[in-house]
């Protein structure tokens, strides 16, 4: 049974930066390729970037030059580092495992999401 959990999100002023963290209970992996989505409310949820199992990231471009993706394998997590943050960010972000190629479709598991809010 595969687990994501994901934290650090919470509420951050306008042009700050957050890291959230997501860890992954499978022994596996090293093998998936992992993405960040996020949700407003009222919004479809929608991809903020994904890293293959081979390093490879993507971006939406709302987010291109501000946040960063990243993994580490040795513990099963990854990463996604949001600087310059602003309102239109607020949503609900959540870990995905399984991303698939090259649509960048979400895969079979989910974490149970965490809140970014930035505000002033």
């Known amino acids: 049974q595969v687990q994501l959990v994901e934290s650090g999100g919470g509420m951050e002023q306008p042009g700050g930066s957050l890291r959230l963290s997501c860890v992954a209970s499978?022994?596996?992996?090293?093998?998936?390729?992992m993405g960040w989505y996020r949700q407003a409310p009222g919004k479809q949820r929608e991809l903020v970037a994904a890293i293959t199992s081979g390093g490879t990231t993507h971006y939406a471009d709302s987010v291109k030059g501000r946040f960063t993706i990243s993994r580490d394998n040795a513990v099963n997590t990854v990463y996604l580092q949001m600087n310059n943050l602003n309102p239109e960010d607020t949503a609900v972000y959540y870990c995905n495992l399984g991303v698939r190629l090259p649509s960048l479709r979400y895969g079979d598991y989910w974490g149970l999401g965490t809140q970014v809010t930035v505000s002033s």
């Open positions: 499978t022994n596996m992996f090293s093998i998936y390729n």
